[in-house]
T-cell receptor, first 113, second 112 residues
Framework: DSGVTQTPKHLITATGQRVTLRCSPR?????VYWYQQSLDQGLQFLIQ???????AKGNILERFSAQQFPDLHSELNLSSLELGDSALYFC????????????FGPGTRLLVL | GQNIDQPTEMTATEGAIVQINCTYQ??????LFWYQQHAGEAPTFLSY????GLEEKGRFSSFLSRSKGYSYLLLKELQMKDSASYLC?????????????FGSGTRLLVRP
C-alpha cells in the first residue's frame, strides 16, 4: 500500500458523459501527478500540481481538466467522453517539487461504452 | 524529443538471472527510475539512478550509463511472483516539472 488513495476503483459510463476521478496523496506529500495508461500503452503524463498550483501539462486533452484543493487532494475531470478515453488513470504523489520517487495510487479503471 | 526503448517481452526460468535493458533519448536528464507493475495494479518503485554505476538492492540491481543513454535492471534468483511488467522511466530536465517519461514496459514471464 503506497498511501495514495484513488476513487472510484472502477467507472463505467457512456460517450458524451462527464466523470470526476479523485486522488488523495500520501500524508505530507505536496505534489500530485496524473497519468493515463491505455491498453498496451505506457504511462502517459497528463498534469502535475504542487501545493495547489498547476506546475506542468503533458499531452492532456482540452476536454480534461484537473485541480488540487487546499487539503491537497486532487480531482481529474474528464468531459465529452469518447471510446478512446477508456484507460487506467493513475495519480502519483511525491513530497516536494523535485526529482524523487513518485508513489502511485491503485488507479481508476474507466470504461466508456 | 523524448524516446525510451525497452524490449516488449522476456521469458526466464525460476531461480535464474535476467537483465532488462532500457535506452533513452530525452531533453536533459534528472534521473532514471525502474518500476514494477503487475497487471491491472499500480506501479511500485524499484530503483533510482542519477549517477553512473550500479545500485544494488537485494535481488534487484540497476545500472546507469549517462553517456550512453543506457540502463539495465538485473533481477537475480527469479521467483514466480516476479512475473510482471518492468517500466523504465526518465525524469527529463528543463520544463519546471519533475514528471516521469515512461517506456512501454517489458513484460517478464517467469517459468518454473
Amino acid at each position: 500500500d503506497s498511501g495514495v488513495t484513488q476513487t472510484p476503483k472502477h467507472l463505467i459510463t457512456a460517450t458524451g458523459q462527464r466523470v470526476t476521478l479523485r486522488c488523495s496523496p500520501r500524508s505530507g506529500d505536496l505534489s500530485v501527478y496524473w497519468y493515463q495508461q491505455s491498453l498496451d500503452q505506457g504511462l502517459q503524463f497528463l498534469i502535475q500540481y504542487y501545493n495547489g498550483e498547476e506546475r506542468a501539462k503533458g499531452n492532456i486533452l482540452e476536454r480534461f481538466s484537473a485541480q488540487q484543493f487546499p487539503d491537497l487532494h486532487s480531482e481529474l475531470n474528464l468531459s465529452s467522453l469518447e471510446l478512446g478515453d477508456s484507460a487506467l488513470y493513475f495519480c502519483a504523489s511525491s513530497a516536494r517539487d523535485s526529482v524523487e520517487t513518485q508513489y502511485f495510487g491503485p488507479g481508476t479503471r474507466l470504461l466508456v461504452l | 524529443g523524448q524516446n525510451i526503448d525497452q524490449p516488449t517481452e522476456m521469458t526466464a526460468t525460476e531461480g535464474a538471472i535476467v537483465q532488462i535493458n532500457c535506452t533513452y533519448q530525452t531533453s536533459g536528464f534528472n534521473g532514471l527510475f525502474w518500476y514494477q507493475q503487475h497487471a491491472g495494479e499500480a506501479p511500485t518503485f524499484l530503483s533510482y539512478n542519477v549517477l553512473d554505476g550500479l545500485e544494488e538492492k537485494g535481488r534487484f540491481s540497476s545500472f546507469l550509463s549517462r553517456s550512453k543513454g543506457y540502463s539495465y535492471l538485473l533481477l537475480k534468483e527469479l521467483q514466480m511472483k516476479d512475473s510482471a511488467s518492468y517500466l523504465c522511466a526518465v525524469s527529463p530536465w528543463g520544463d519546471s516539472s519533475y514528471k516521469l517519461i515512461f517506456g512501454s514496459g517489458t513484460r517478464l514471464l517467469v517459468r518454473p
